[in-house]
Structure formats: structure tokens, C-alpha cells
């Protein structure tokens, strides 16, 4: 491969993600196997400015496969939205002779990195690792196979409770702006209705629908709610809901943060492998400014115009099989 690269930093920032760890294994693998260097830059961009990198080896990266989290850790940084802060960052990567970027994270972090690449011009590729999955140009970011099925594992235990004791649940996920992970994990753990940013059921709709249960004898149900649902949050919904029933015991689970920790599914830690392959080798053969993605299990490389403020639009037909089976 002809290219000018020859020290390669990685890095992750913004939300953690499960299945980071083995893309930053499969990043730093992959650099030593086409003989280049490489380097860690820990917690982001934050890491970058105040140079705290270093250099990783074969054996670093070993052992880390099946762990949740990210070695590198992870952060925001609000610096980095200052030239001043980004200038620092390049003088560091300078010192240290990286020449060019591998970035693990979310829209945030490619926003990040396009202004960054824009004005210095380091060659520079992205990793989906989210686990929203509301990436654009993937049908996959890693950690969203992950966190889904975190959240069906408790779905499955709560509807054990609810069963038991006549009762109404409203089970509130992660997805501030996307509704995949309630979507799918909706769908796995059987809800009766699923509540997500994207869809337009009224607050009347949802209420009939409960009520219908009631009357037709359901003996439990399961309402799973994204946290950014337009209708407002499993709190807010069961209290409104409470006020007109008297038929279900109605309570609230919210799942928080436990839905980012763990460790990562086969299918993350497979797509994490193939992103961190597909990432190095984009770099050395003059996919610079790109994002790696995952489509048709191809993968793919998008132009970061392309993924920066654009969003993935929830799968349609998902939310049709969601109301089909739901009645
Ligand atoms: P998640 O989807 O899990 O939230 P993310 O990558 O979108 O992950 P953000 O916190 O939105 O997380 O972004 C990560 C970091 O990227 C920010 O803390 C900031 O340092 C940098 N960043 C975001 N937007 C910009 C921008 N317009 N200019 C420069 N840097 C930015």
C-alpha cells in the first residue's frame, strides 16, 4: 500500500459504548500488521489537548476484547469547540508525530473531527460506536446490539413482576433522539405499545390502547418508552396515566445507565473487529475523511458530509411489526 501515513492515533469520545475495546484492539492490530506505529490518546479530544498519549503494542490491546467500556476512556470536551483548544490538540499530535486519526465515537465526535480535519488537515477516519444507533451511512453502530439486549434481558424480568401482580410498566430506555434500542427491544420483550421519538402516536392513542387491555381482561402490560419521547418520559406518562385508571397497579422502571456498561455481544465484538480493520486500511488507502460503515453487511465509506447532521431514519417497517403484534 503506497501512502505517507506511518503513525496512526486512536482515540474514543463522547458516550461510551460495549464493543469499543475491541475496536480499538482491531485499530492498534491492524496498524502493526502494515508496520506502522501507533498511539493512544486518551478521554477524546480532552486527551488530545493536554497531550496525554501513548504508544501501544500488540500486547496492550490484549485481553480486552470482551470488556465493556473503553481502555482509552472516554469524554466531552468543550475546549476542543475552540480553535484555540483544536490548535493545542494539533500542536500535540505535531510533538508526537501522529500524522494521522482513527475517531471511536458519535455524531458529536465526527462533527468534531470534520472542523478539525478542515482546518489542519490531518487524515483522519471515524468508528460508529454509539449505542443509539443513530448514526447515519451504517445500519449498525457498535454497542447498539449490545444495549438492546441489556434491555430485553430486564424487560424479560420485569414482565416476571408484572405477571405476578396485575401490573402496568413503564419501562423507559436510552435514546434521547432515536428510538432504535426501544424499538427492537420492544419488539424482543413483547410491549404492548412502544413509545419513541420518531412516531407520532398521541397521548389519547397510547391511553386507549391501555385501556382497551384493561377491558379485555390483560392481565399485565409493558410499555417500553425512549427517553426522548415526544409524550414525555416513563414518569410523566405513568402519572398521567394514573390519574384515569384504577384498573392496573402502574409502575416505573427506568433502565439508565446500566444499558452502556457489560460485555459486548459476539455481534458488536465481530462488527467492532471488521470497523477497526476497515478503519486502518481506509487511512492507508486514501479514505481519509471518511466514516466506516456497515451496510448490507458490506462495509462501506462515507464521506463525513454525508454522516455530520444527518440522521438515521427508524426502520418503517419495524414500527409497522411493532403495531401488528402488539394488539
Ligand atoms: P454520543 O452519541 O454517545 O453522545 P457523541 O460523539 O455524539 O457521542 P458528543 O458529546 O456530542 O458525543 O461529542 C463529543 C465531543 O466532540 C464533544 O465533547 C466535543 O469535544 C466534540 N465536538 C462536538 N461538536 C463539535 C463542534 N461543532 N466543534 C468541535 N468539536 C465538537
New binding site residues.
Given amino acids: 500500500m503506497e501512502t505517507n501515513i506511518s503513525k496512526i492515533g486512536v482515540f474514543t469520545?463522547?458516550?461510551d459504548?460495549p464493543g469499543m475495546n475491541a475496536a480499538i484492539r482491531a485499530v492498534v492490530r491492524t496498524s502493526i500488521y502494515y508496520k506502522k506505529e501507533v498511539f493512544g490518546i486518551t478521554q477524546?479530544?480532552e486527551g488530545m489537548i493536554a497531550g496525554d498519549i501513548v504508544k501501544l503494542g500488540t500486547r496492550s490491546v490484549g485481553n480486552i476484547l470482551q470488556r465493556g467500556g473503553t481502555i482509552l476512556k472516554t469524554?466531552?470536551?468543550?475546549e476542543?469547540?475552540t480553535k484555540e483548544g483544536?490548535k493545542k490538540a494539533y500542536d500535540n499530535l505535531k510533538k508526537s508525530g501522529i500524522d494521522s486519526l482513527v475517531a471511536i465515537?458519535?455524531?458529536?465526535?465526527?462533527?468534531?473531527l470534520t472542523?478539525?480535519y478542515e482546518e489542519f488537515g490531518v487524515p483522519s477516519i471515524c468508528i460508529p460506536g454509539?449505542?443509539?444507533n443513530?448514526i447515519a451511512g451504517t445500519d449498525y453502530t457498535i454497542g447498539f446490539d449490545t444495549a438492546s439486549n441489556t434491555a430485553v434481558d430486564a424487560i424479560d424480568k420485569i414482565r416476571d413482576t408484572a405477571i405476578s401482580h396485575n401490573r402496568l410498566f413503564f419501562i423507559e430506555v436510552m435514546g434521547r433522539n432515536s428510538g432504535y434500542i426501544a424499538l427492537n427491544s420492544g419488539i424482543a420483550g413483547g410491549a404492548v405499545a412502544i413509545i419513541i421519538p420518531e412516531d407520532n402516536i398521541t397521548i389519547e392513542e397510547l391511553f386507549a390502547k391501555l385501556d382497551e387491555g384493561g377491558k379485555t381482561n390483560k392481565k399485565s402490560s409493558l410499555i417500553v418508552v425512549a427517553e426522548g419521547s415526544k409524550l414525555g418520559g416513563a414518569m410523566d406518562l405513568a402519572k398521567k396515566f394514573s390519574e384515569r385508571n384504577n384498573y392496573f397497579d402502574i409502575k416505573v422502571t427506568i433502565l439508565g445507565h446500566l444499558q452502556r456498561g457489560g460485555t459486548p455481544t459476539y455481534f458488536d465484538r465481530v462488527l467492532a473487529s471488521k470497523m477497526g480493520v476497515a478503519a486502518v486500511e481506509g487511512l492507508l488507502n486514501g479514505k481519509q475523511g471518511t466514516m466506516v460503515g456497515i451496510r448490507d453487511n458490506k462495509i462501506v465509506y462515507n464521506p463525513f458530509a454525508t454522516i455530520v447532521n444527518h440522521v438515521h431514519d427508524i426502520d418503517n417497517e419495524m414500527l409497522r411489526i411493532a403495531k401488528i403484534l402488539s394488539i
Avoid: N
Fill in positions: 469520545s463522547g458516550g459504548a477524546g479530544y469524554a466531552r470536551s468543550l476542543f469547540k483544536r465515537g458519535g455524531d458529536g465526535t465526527f462533527t468534531g472542523v478539525f454509539t449505542i443509539d443513530d
